[in-house]
């Protein structure tokens, strides 16, 4: 982690480990990578049709990433993968226009608390180059999500999510 002199390195939260039971989404989704990050427009395309749901669960956003395989083992920011704005539904009984499924299938993951802008890669070059080899836990295949609730501000230093990184037991 780069450190200005004199200041400390920021302090990133200890995950808690979770057996996440099954979930239902219902969102839009676009192919991006790193270096083409298409977020915005995402999200931009999402939010005002977000009200065209019935079903919603609970009023919390999942920002959520599907990765290649191997996207981890060849890292390359350039490597393209699915992202997600969606919400958890109920049941899959009206799906709006141009909207689509997805199940996210249980599994355990490593949910940590992050408080900052959402734009801060420190949290993850913590989790995927500090964390991850530290534990007693790999990283699974299964998606990746940030849960974004009613702490969530985006950018504001202030703002609050929760980070959800797929593990299992090494």
Do not use: C
Request: charged share 25%.
């Amino acid at each position: 982690m780069i450190t200005r002199i004199g200041m400390k390195p920021k302090k990133y939260p200890e995950p808690q480990i979770r057996d996440m039971s099954e979930r239902k989404l219902i969102g839009v989704h676009r192919m991006m990578s790193l270096t083409n990050n298409l977020t915005g427009m995402l999200w931009a395309t999402f939010m005002p049709r977000r009200k065209e749901i019935f079903s919603i669960k609970t009023p919390d956003l999942y920002s959520m990433q599907v990765y290649p395989t191997d996207y981890f083992l060849n890292f390359n920011p350039a490597t393209t993968f699915e992202k997600w704005a969606a919400v958890e539904v109920r049941d899959f009984e009206n799906v709006p226009v141009g909207m689509e499924t997805f199940n996210l299938n249980a599994g355990l993951y490593a949910v940590f608390n992050y408080n900052g802008p959402g734009t801060d890669p420190g949290i993850f070059q913590y989790i995927f180059s500090e964390w991850i080899p530290q534990s007693e836990y790999q990283l699974d295949t299964r998606p990746h999500f940030e849960l974004l609730g009613d702490k969530y501000k985006n950018e504001d230093p202030e703002s609050e999510e929760e980070i959800w990184i797929p593990v299992k037991i090494i």
